[in-house]
């Protein structure tokens, strides 16, 4: 009788997910596990907003294996003492996993195939699979280089790479009943429950499925035209459950219709995560350290940053971006590169600040995308065009024209209607005094920003 352990991680799902398939095709027995892991819950990295849509991430995969007459085996502690007991407790042939990026990652990996072989003899197979991204990482390489710099020549070899086929849910999950299952913890256990947020959405995979349902059953041809659109409900809020791999990122592409434009627009986003995490297994330093150095003297002003956080700027695009990521955990991505450029080129602060302030609420805070996005944004990563800036103004004005992403989120300035939503200092006292007059001014100006930025980076 052959037994495997099906270790999850961050491919918290049934449906396309090789690992659990495998198991189920080859096992007579098959043990699913998850390890709330010590090391990253006593990280930084472990927001509480991510925590909690984690907790209902394994609470909801424990409802789907017991629909399939599975169980999921839950332990907290260091993940690799705790699979090598579990392994040991039930004779384990196999431990089957999916392949991360990050160093962590690489390195809990490394340690598994080191326990395999030094504490249990040989007598354990450890398996990967690739299932966090559509296209692996490293499985499309430039023509000299083992990782690609630029997103559109990736992008035309990605779209032409051989896709696995999505794999379907198994229908029986052989789970042994002699082992304890080990309780879910809840948040309180976890982490600080004072700093949640107050208006997270619901995770797990049975509401990632019915959201995907929802996206691809009309909203998804008109992303082209509406996903920069502030105020507009036209992204998939599909990112959180990429993260934790509540839905399959290689199931979301092959359901793409490539002859609509708004389908294509989504596939190509779906590419960017790919890119973002094939540069970070290139390059796992990328979280700390410039891809692409342009030897900044960053400005630490702690008076700036603060304000930067709490969307006092004065700038109401600005404040409209950051004042939603600490109430929902979220922030649109125009809003997201409105913000970071703000804080980068405008007040000229060093990315990884924001970077880390973003992490400490996202829901879908993810290294690979996260880091590499803010490097973008600062010109310090893989954009063509490191020197860009974006006019917060002209930005707002654009992608918010009427100012209701601003008046939903920046409520002193809810009565004032577009134009002068969008740079309130201009309004005149009039006008200005009846909508709130005490929002801040701006605390840099536009213009000399722009050319205190050029200067320090000697353009």
């Not at 390890?35 to 990280?43: A, E, G, K, Y």
């Not at 340690?111 to 990967?128: H, S, Y």
């Not at 801040?440 to 722009?450: K, L, Q, S, Y």
Request: charged residues 25%; proline residues 5%.
């Amino acid at each position: 009788m052959s037994t495997a352990v099906v270790l999850f991680t961050r491919d918290l799902r049934v449906h396309d997910q090789p690992a659990l398939a495998a198991a189920c095709a080859e096992a007579s027995r098959v043990v699913p596990l998850f390890v709330f892991d010590d090391t990253i819950l006593s990280s930084r990295y472990a927001a509480p907003n991510r925590v909690q849509l984690l907790v209902d991430a394994v609470r909801d995969l424990r409802r789907s294996l017991k629909d399939r007459g599975g169980e999921l085996l839950v332990r907290r502690g260091d993940t690799r003492a705790e699979v090598a007991a579990v392994c040991r407790e039930v004779e384990a042939d196999t431990l089957h996993l999916s392949r991360d990026l990050s160093g962590y990652a690489s390195r809990r990996l490394a340690g598994f195939e080191d326990m395999a072989r030094d504490e249990l003899g040989g007598a354990l197979r450890v398996v990967t699979h690739d299932t966090v991204t559509v296209v692996p990482a490293g499985a499309v390489t430039p023509t000299s280089g083992d990782h690609f710099k630029v997103f559109t020549p990736y992008f035309r070899r990605w779209v032409q790479a051989g896709w696995r086929e999505v794999v379907a849910a198994p229908a029986t999950v052989p789970t042994p009943t002699t082992i304890a299952t080990g309780a879910i913890p809840a948040i309180a256990e976890l982490t600080d429950v004072d700093r949640l947020a107050g208006e997270l959405p619901d995770g797990g995979e049975t509401v990632a499925r019915t959201r995907a349902d929802a996206w691809f059953d009309g909203p998804v041809d008109d992303y082209e035209d509406r996903r920069n659109l502030l105020a507009q409900d036209g992204t998939s809020k599909l990112s959180h459950h990429l993260h934790l791999g509540t839905i399959s990122a290689l199931e979301l592409a092959q359901r793409v219709d490539r002859r609509d434009p708004g389908q294509e627009s989504f596939l190509s986003e779906l590419c960017w995560r790919d890119f973002n995490h094939q540069m970070l297994a290139a390059r796992p330093d990328l979280v700390h350290t410039d891809i692409r150095t342009q030897g900044d003297d960053w400005r630490d002003d702690e008076d700036v940053i603060e304000a930067w956080k709490t969307g006092t700027t004065g700038y109401p695009v600005v404040a409209a971006g950051m004042r939603p990521l600490v109430r929902e955990g979220w922030m649109h991505n125009r809003a997201r590169m409105i913000t970071a450029s703000f804080l980068t080129k405008h007040c000229y602060v060093d990315w990884r600040v924001g970077a880390w302030h973003f992490m400490d609420h996202l829901i879908d805070g993810d290294l690979a995308n996260n880091f590499g996005q803010w490097q973008w944004t600062a010109g310090t990563g893989t954009d063509s065009r490191p020197n860009r800036m974006f006019n917060p103004v002209t930005q707002s004005q654009r992608y918010d024209p009427d100012g209701t992403y601003i008046r939903r989120y920046v409520e002193e300035l809810a009565d004032l209607d577009a134009p002068a939503v969008h740079a309130p200092w201009e309004a005149n006292d009039t006008l200005f005094a009846g909508a709130g007059g005490d929002y801040p001014p701006p605390i840099v100006d536009h213009a000399e920003a722009r050319d205190r930025f050029l200067a320090a980076r000697g353009k």
